[in-house]
């Protein structure tokens, strides 16, 4: 199985300021035949389902504010919030879809400082 | 859009056998790249891959469950079900049912649409 970690496990941040969160897996997840990093971000509200945000690791999804930015490849990916936003208080999964054996990482909750 | 939404009791017994629906709305079941998986939480923890269903019948589990696991596809309904036999306390969580979207030029994998959730709880 690919294990998926994330760091920190919480972080708070002030209105407009910066978030950053940090996944890495235990193994590769670039696919060399074609370039991609087989990785996506989810962000889940309290009582809320899952919502995909960014996959290939820096991809958008459609509909997703673009103060939310992936980077990374290989095994360290970061997440990355330019300003945050009060909607944007959450858990953060990061996930690797390189094995149809899916693995997430264990979450970073954002909170308002 | 689709919409998925899960039916099922929120408490079943131990030993006993865990069974959830999800009904495929604004959609069809038989779209080809769309995969039908189940998902789980326990309680304040993180996400688990259960296992995926396509329309054909075709299933992918995770080896963890696999012994007790049973994904199924009605497409005269629209709908896919799960069954988790000889459940424990440890099988307490919320169950989710999504959609995941294959790409057929990369082999990727995306989890698009979700359900609302299951909570099930493993209790006598």
């Known amino acids: 199985d690919i294990v998926m970690t994330q760091s920190p496990d919480s972080l708070a941040v002030s209105l407009g300021e910066r978030a950053t969160i940090n996944c890495k897996s235990s193994q590769s997840v670039l696919y060399s035949s074609n370039n991609k990093n087989y990785l996506a971000w989810y962000q889940q509200k309290p009582g809320q389902p899952p919502k995909l945000l960014i996959y290939?690791?820096?991809t958008r999804e459609s509909g997703v504010p673009d103060r939310f930015s992936g980077s990374g490849s290989g095994t360290d990916f970061t997440l990355t919030i330019s300003s945050l936003q009060a909607e944007d208080v959450a858990v953060y999964y990061c996930?690797?879809?390189?094995?149809?054996?899916?693995?997430f990482g264990p979450g970073t909750k954002v909170d308002v400082k | 859009q689709v919409q998925l939404q899960q039916s099922g009791p929120g408490l079943v017994k131990p030993s006993q056998t865990l069974s959830l629906t999800c009904t495929v709305a604004g959609g069809s079941i038989n779209t080809g790249g769309s995969y039908w998986s189940w998902v789980r939480q326990h309680p304040g923890k993180g996400l688990e891959w259960i296992g995926y269903i396509y329309y054909s019948g075709s299933t992918s589990y995770n080896p963890s469950l696999k012994s007790r696991l049973t994904i199924s596809v009605d497409t005269s309904k629209n709908q896919f079900s799960l069954r988790l036999s000889s459940v424990t306390a440890a099988d307490t969580a919320v169950y989710y049912c999504a959609r995941v979207l294959y790409y057929y030029d990369s082999s990727a994998y995306l989890f698009d649409f979700w359900g609302q959730g299951t909570l099930v709880t493993v209790s006598s």
């Open positions: 290939w690791a820096s």
């Open positions: 996930q690797q879809y390189y094995t149809t054996l899916f693995t």
